[in-house]
């Protein structure tokens, strides 16, 4: 089955811990970018990747990183979390640019 | 820079009547435009694309959206509503010379269908 996946789905953790949410997609997607939906502002774009080892900034990079050293992985990283990071995040996918993108089931993230 | 307009947050509406959620962007060069749709507790999935061609794009659930460049518009309707159609519907749109594939959501429309 075609699918993103992300783990963990849920997280409690407080300020300043380091964590990292995984993504991995399965369909050879070139393309893959994380977003976050905060209410009343839709999503917000926080990263994306062109392909392997190309990463750039979307809108809202500040506090986060990302890798792409594998095709099918693109997990973000948060160095030291902040309470202005909590949000339900998704990773997305998808074939090229401007094709449809196909999305997780989100994680949502609590800190303390 | 690029904006997209989800002109109402809510639309409460009865089973079996008819819906339209409007959705207008702002881009000066050519565009993708996708609706999504969210259940609770899930991710995004997708409704409906216009990539080009015809400018009328139907789901296989009963959704429509038509493209009007002129009005920079790519409004959703459904001509009979159903319970399960309640959920969170976002416009978005990708726009092309750039080619980073990034998507501008809208803020999202709650659709509350009622018995």
């Known amino acids: 089955e075609a699918q993103v996946t992300q783990n963990p789905r849920y997280l409690i953790t407080v300020t300043g811990k380091k964590l990292t949410v995984t993504c991995s997609q399965n369909?050879?997607?070139?393309?893959m970018s994380w977003y976050r939906q905060d209410p009343g502002l839709g999503l917000r774009q926080i990263y994306y990747?062109?392909?392997?080892?190309?990463?750039d900034k979307g809108d809202v990079p500040e506090g986060y990183k990302v890798s792409r050293k594998e095709k099918r992985n693109f997990p973000l990283i948060l160095e030291s979390p902040s309470p202005n990071q909590t949000s339900l995040y998704f990773c997305?996918?998808?074939?090229?640019?401007?094709?449809?993108?196909?999305f997780g089931d989100g994680t949502r993230l609590s800190i303390l | 820079a690029q904006s997209v307009t989800q002109l109402d947050s809510q639309v409460p509406v009865f089973e079996e009547a008819p819906v339209e959620l409007r959705c207008n962007y702002s881009?000066?060069?050519?565009?993708?435009l996708f609706w999504y749709v969210q259940y609770p507790n899930q991710g995004l999935q997708l409704l409906l694309k216009?990539?080009?061609?015809?400018?009328l794009v139907e789901s296989i659930n009963g959704f429509e959206a038509e493209f009007n460049k002129s009005q920079t518009s790519f409004h959703l309707r459904k001509p009979s509503v159903h319970i399960s159609d309640t959920a969170e519907y976002f416009c978005?749109?990708?726009?092309?010379?750039?080619?980073?594939?990034?998507?501008?959501f809208g803020q999202g429309t709650t659709l509350q269908v009622k018995p």
């Open positions: 997305a996918s998808s074939l090229s640019s401007h094709q449809p993108q196909h």
């Open positions: 881009s000066s060069v050519s565009v993708y």
């Open positions: 216009y990539l080009s061609g015809s400018t």
């Open positions: 990747s062109m392909n392997v080892e190309v990463t």
């Open positions: 369909m050879n997607h070139e393309y």
């Open positions: 978005a749109v990708s726009s092309g010379p750039s080619n980073t594939g990034k998507l501008i």
